[in-house]
């Protein structure tokens, strides 16, 4: 069935079925019967594949073979297209027979070609997809399709070029540029390239094709194909289609936007193409907006891609067709025909594919196993029946009564990684993925590659390609590329040997545990010591107050825990007996080091005091200076400042609740005559009366800074942080609108409730759709109402809210805050209560919501490439909510931030076989990774909530002591500890995580607020 003339070359590949429009176990349907016909196709990388079909068979059969013979699971962002007998470039219709659309199928040659450009590549979860996506890029830039300024030009060259030879090499590069172009008028750009060449070594091709996709998709003409039109007045103009709606461009510049929220119906009457917009929410004026084409079958082809980028991108699954009419037919039924964006990506989720293998033509570089992989998916087109004669061509509702439109179809930005094996790096990347927070399913650039590419896309500057993207989105918090099995793996004796020689006293083990987690503690404090204060305090747009600040406050402390971590250090070196001491002794106890530290912290108790100044500093200083406020953003897009740069601040004060709970822990297990109980107790009375001093403090400043963390997550919010204001919860519940239950972020304070919804922006924030003041609320549970499970209603006195929680238990928790907030609301004095932007209402009654279009794409204003809006950090705990559908309250993280540990663990995947030791950082409801202690930043993430830690059962085989299970949906990671003490440790602790407070704090409004 298949003669290759040049094929890509499949390491062994087997036959597979992983075509998306098929059911799992599925196979394509039988070939009928008939003449077979020769087709040849032309794929991405310019080699040609001949395919023996039935001339009866349909355009998908076809399509199905040409996906297969590649392993390519997620098809249904491809298509093929081929110039018809009018010489007009056309999609292969995937319902008609191919004998009736190639007319002369020999002399016919198909281009398989991206047909559907996603807003954000971290959505194509297969290798092989974004390796075809980089190869249509590639085309575009040659052909001069993809246009943008020379730097952004250079620097994705430079990723192409890294992809197919290596790390660079200066001759070697020059000659492959002098021999191979890239670009138009590549010549003036060699030296350019070659620059950002040398930026990248260390970085695989999957890795190189991940950043050339970021470079690309935040360009204007990213997947732009232009279909020449003209305006009612002649000017010549050029539409285009995209997945946020119809664009309109003027030579290679955009000028206008029809979102698809914004219209209701596209149609076409011979040469022209009108798009009817839907109605202004103040008056009943209807705009229709008109296109001249050059005929009538251009505005077909241009309305066929229209209807089906708007099912694909929009809808939550494939349209049902029309009915046939009886006696004769208006207009075209044309339907969009497949699977639609988030079916694909539900599909890729669920499944389970094994990883084939593919090599990359035309590249240097030797093939490896760890940069192999495939995916699933589908893609399909429809008929187009017969038109009678009508003055009506075609025309297509996008309305709100068609087949559940997806307002948020991204509901799960990053999905999970499947398949087995983990060979190398980035195999491992690939087969022990964790959806996120986003971002982003396998996403290369967490890796530990210490390349980096650093440039100008379209005149900005760009960050660090390796830690983030160019528009600032973070890789999903979900995706956990959790180091390759290749490292550190110990094996069973070795540990057994270790167990034999180390003590077994959980004195001992509560020591260790006060000696890892100062090493992070330590580290910790280097991040604003070092890190800041190069990239950013030695700025000139730093005030020098805040400098002053900064410094007096941390650089004493930091100075001396590196004395105490020193002396902790050589204390269970002795208790180990890794020293020349032989007789232990004494040294086995730590009471005595940490009764002197103490005290010798007491004198810093100042600049424990300070933390409140220099958090307040830092934001008026960030108010006063745009510049320094983007030095910050951009310090906590490093990889270094892996949580928000305000919770480093407040480090000191939650590390003396630390040595709080570990000398109890001490004191509790001595019995009064031990040699340490004594100096243990003394030093518990000495920190604990410091913790009693500061605890105020600090609840006040914890909720400061978490508005200020919020505050960046929001769009649309002028005063957030305002004197009294608290911080209660935040998640996600489901409103009821016209449109049906749509996905939003709920944050409730102790004066109001905000909504919002997640926008595919490059900022990757949240828009405000509304407020709910609590003055006046009331509140009912409203599940038999609406017939919604988990319903409740929100009666506030200008409109009534229906949301639905994700389970009972969310359900409950979420009514136990609001009702403790509304009994206190009626009591406080609290902040003014209006905290929407003049451009935003929150008086919209159900009705109007219903009129309103929330949409992810609502927030995607039309900025020209100079006018991007700043980037922004994308695995904050609100994102972790969103995708995990889930909420948590102040008491969480105030728990959260007391509950941390660090310290070596053995990891174990579900399909793996020895264990590997790993660093792990537990704070802020998330895992983090290292190779060692001594790292300066993690390698990967993997945030807790939504998970649950059991014990293995018998049937999992893991017969080994002190093993914990980490369990989410699909996902399943063993941890191996190396006491009874440490495995209960991090059991208590990822529980704090895991399973979130019930019952919000009862905030004291007599307190004032920082500022």
Known sequence: ALNNERRLTRLGAPETLGISTLDPGHRPPAMPPGRHVTIRVRMLDDTEELFDISQKASGKMLFDLVCSHMNLIEGDYFGLEFQNHQKMMVWLDHIKPIIKQLRRPKHTTLRFTVKFFPPDHAQLLEELTRYLFALQIKQDLSCGRLTCNDSSAALMVSHIIQSEIGDFEESQCRSHLLNNNYIPDQMPLIDKIMEFHSKNIGLTPAESDYQLLEVARRLEMYGIRLHPAKDREGTRLSLAVAHTGVLVFQGHTRINAFNWSKVRKLSFKRKRFLIKLRPDLNSSYQDTLE??????????????????????????????????????????????????????????????????????????????????????????????????????????????????????????????????????????????????????????????????????????????????????????????????????????????VRRKRFPTDRAYFIAKELLTTERTYLKDLEVVTVSFQSAVGQDEATPESLKNTILSTFEPLHKFHTGFLREVEQRLALWEGRSNAHIKGDYQRIGDVMLKNLQGLKPLTTNLNKQSEVLLELEKACKASRKLEGLCRDFELQKVCYIPLNVFILRPLHRLIHYKQILERLCKHYPATHVDFRDCRAALADVSEVVEQLQGSLIKMENFQKLLELKKDLIGVDNLVAPGREFIRLGCLSKLSGKGLQQRMFFLFNDVILYTSRGMTPTNQFKVHGQLPLHGMTIRESEDEWGVPHAFTLVGQRQSVVVAASSLTEMEKWMEDIKMAIEMAKTSNGPSSDLLTTNLTDNKCPEDSSVEAESEDDTTSPHTSLERPAPHRGNTMVHVCWHRNTSVSMVDFSIAVENQLSGNLLRKFKNSNGWQKLWVVFTNFSLFFYKSHQDDYPLASLPLLGYSVTIPSESENIHKDYVFKLHFKSHVYYFRSESEYTFERWMEVIRSATVPSSRARVLNSKEPHPH
């Open 291 to 496: 296109f001249l084409m050059a005929s009538r079958d251009c505005c077909k082809i241009f309305w066929k891609i229209c209807v089906e980028y708007h099912a694909f991108f929009r809808l939550f699954e494939e349209p049902k067709p029309k009915p046939k009419p009886v006696l004769f037919t208006r207009g075209s039924s044309f339907r969009f025909s497949g699977r639609t964006q988030k079916q694909v990506i539900d599909y890729v989720r669920e499944s389970e594919f094994k990883k084939i293998p593919f090599e990359r033509r035309g590249s240097t570089r030797q093939a490896h196993p760890e940069h192999l992989n495939t995916g699933p998916a589908s893609q399909a087109a429809a008929s187009i029946p017969y038109i009678a004669c009508s003055d009506i061509d075609s025309e297509y509702y996008l309305g709100r009564d068609q087949a559940r439109m997806s307002n948020h179809s991204y509901r799960e930005q990053a999905m999970p990684r499947r398949g087995s094996g983990s060979g190398g790096t980035n195999g491992a990347f690939q087969a022990q993925q964790e959806h996120f927070l986003g971002v982003v399913s396998n996403s290369p650039h967490l890796s530990a590659s210490p390349g980096h590419s650093h440039g100008m896309v379209n005149g900005q500057k760009s960050l660090d390609l390796c830690s983030h993207s160019p528009d600032g989105r973070q890789p999903s918090p979900l995706t956990s590329p959790l180091l390759n099995d290749a490292c550190s793996v110990r094996t069973d004796d070795e540990d057994d």
